[in-house]
């Protein structure tokens, strides 16, 4: 019986535990300054200048080596 109320008492605070998180989560939100937006700003159009694509999942399993690394 002890066992039980111990389990029951370890998900009740798992439980309250994650709605503080949820809340905490919902309750903020980030945003970016004029400083910070003026660096990613600048970032994106150095990546577009030099032809920056992102790739697709076929593109990464393409151009990376899954065949192992031989030692000798």
Not at 1 to 14: K, N, R, Y
Not at 40 to 68: F, H, M, P, S
């Amino acid at each position: 019986m002890t066992a039980i109320i111990g389990f029951v008492a370890l998900v009740a605070i798992a439980l309250v535990g994650w709605a503080i998180a949820e809340m905490k989560d919902k309750g903020l939100s980030y945003v970016n300054n004029d400083e910070e937006q003026a660096v990613l700003d600048k970032n994106c159009q150095q990546l577009a200048q030099n032809g920056y694509d992102e790739l697709g999942i076929k593109d990464v399993i393409r151009t990376i080596a899954t065949t192992g690394y031989s030692a000798v």
